[in-house]
């Protein structure tokens, strides 16, 4: 590997890693929060120090989740530190998080498809990692589930697009599919990914190839086994789209993010990718690395029709928690308006069409940074009052000391959230200084 793209990539990671720590250190507590207290404390690590954890434990349901490796992170933080600490995990968390641009760059980089005008990709990575957009995720340690369903994706997608015939790869991306639906319920889109992936290889190849047929059928029974799998909440049932217009004004939101509901902007952020790999497929000059951001741009986009079904009743913006799955798709938009660039750059007068997606996502990111900092903020203020509230209670057993506003409390239910401050077990492993 070249020496300017191993400094490339150590640079990117250093400010990806110091913006999400500056992030971390000013804005998170080691409070827990909100699900954390049922699902990791009493539920997860509870049980493991009473010696009562099973193996079928790791992966049983959360909502409609079954977050197996965040468990076992969780595990492994608390075997390592002795305490249940939010800002441990969070810290831990940048380093998850990190592997993602990493996985990236490595892969174009071996692939030695990172050059020109494609270095633009950057922009996208670096704004995506470290901006603080994906606060509930970034500033909960709980949250790690998002970075690893997204590695687990990117692993797949490279072996399909690097060893597509071989049976080792094919059983790699079987393993990975599988712990995606283990990690989220959207988990499931991942063996669906890997399976475009085949279809794209076979229309670039005008054959069929029914070893890749097959395998793209075991994906899609995998998938389907997955969403009968997935747990049923009735009551989220009240959060889903009731029409094709609530659908429809849910995408609105989605696909134009970082800009807040745009119909042209949503165009001018995926299109790129819905236009070129067409081209490309005409041309037969799809590559390795096409293939594969092809793959990250498909994976985002079922996740944006996911989004709008089961969260899609009158929504009116983007949960930040969310922003997170559409990080790939947003890459690979970039990576092939780049292209895009770079086909037509000596007829500079369509050049500039391709520049659209940066002005755009630049744009976006900018005009919102105030909406993101005041609710940094104003997570960041709750947060305190919580770690407060909690603190007195602890000092002087006082329940009414719980009974607070949505949010001043680190969990919907004062009586339930007294019980758990209460055990033993749970209040032993809490950080000190909250008894203090």
């Not at 390795?288 to 929504?315: E, H, K, N, P």
Request: with cysteine; glycine share 4%; hydrophobic share 55%.
């Amino acid at each position: 590997m070249p020496t300017r793209n191993i400094l490339a990539l150590l640079a990117t990671l250093l400010v990806i890693a110091a913006a999400r720590l500056y992030w971390v250190e000013t804005f998170a507590i080691r409070l827990p929060f909100w699900d954390q207290w049922d699902a990791e404390g009493d539920f997860l690590l509870r049980p493991w120090i009473e010696g009562r954890l099973k193996l079928h434990d790791l992966w049983e349901p959360h909502n409609e989740h079954r977050i197996f490796p965040t468990r076992l992170l969780s595990l492994l933080i608390f075997s390592v530190t002795g305490v249940w600490d939010n800002l441990v995990e969070a810290r831990v968390n940048i380093l998850v998080a990190a592997c993602i641009p990493l996985i990236i760059l490595l892969f174009l980089m071996r692939q030695k498809a990172l050059h020109g005008l494609r270095w633009l990709v950057l922009i996208v990575i670096i704004a995506q990692f470290s901006l603080p957009f994906a606060f509930e995720n970034l500033l909960i340690g709980f949250q790690s589930q998002f970075y690893f369903l997204i590695i687990f994706t990117l692993l797949a997608l490279i072996l399909v697009s690097r060893y597509p015939d071989s049976f080792v790869a094919m059983a790699g991306v079987l393993v990975l599919s599988w712990l995606s639906v283990l990690t989220m319920a959207s988990g499931i889109l991942t063996p669906l990914a890997a399976a475009g992936v085949y279809a794209l290889q076979g229309f670039q190849k005008r054959q069929l190839n029914w070893k890749h047929v097959a395998f793209a059928a075991v994906l899609i029974g995998l998938s389907v086994a997955g969403y009968f799998l997935m747990p049923q909440i009735e009551a989220n049932h009240i959060y889903r789209s009731r029409s094709v217009v609530e659908l429809r004004k849910a995408l609105r939101y989605i696909l134009a993010w970082p800009v807040l509901k745009s119909w042209p902007a949503a165009i001018a952020l995926w299109a790129p990718a819905v236009v070129m790999v067409p081209w490309f497929l005409r041309n037969r000059t799809l590559s390795r690395a096409d293939l594969f951001m092809a793959g990250c741009v498909m994976w985002s986009l079922a996740q944006t029709l996911a989004i709008a079904y089961g969260r899609g009743q009158a929504m009116q913006t983007v949960s930040s928690r969310y922003t997170e799955l559409f990080t790939i798709g947003l890459i690979g938009g970039a990576w092939f308006a780049a292209r895009f660039m770079e086909i037509t750059l000596k007829h500079w007068y369509i050049t500039w069409i391709g520049a659209v997606f940066f002005v755009v996502f630049i744009r976006g990111h900018v005009t919102r940074r105030d909406l993101e900092m005041h609710n940094v903020r104003t997570s960041y203020g709750l947060s305190v009052k919580q770690e407060s509230n909690v603190r007195k209670y602890l000092k002087t057993g006082d329940p009414s000391v719980l009974v607070q506003p949505q949010f001043e409390i680190p969990y919907p239910d004062s009586v339930r959230l007294r019980s758990l401050l209460d055990n033993p077990t749970l209040r032993h492993i809490l950080p000190p200084y909250l008894s203090q």
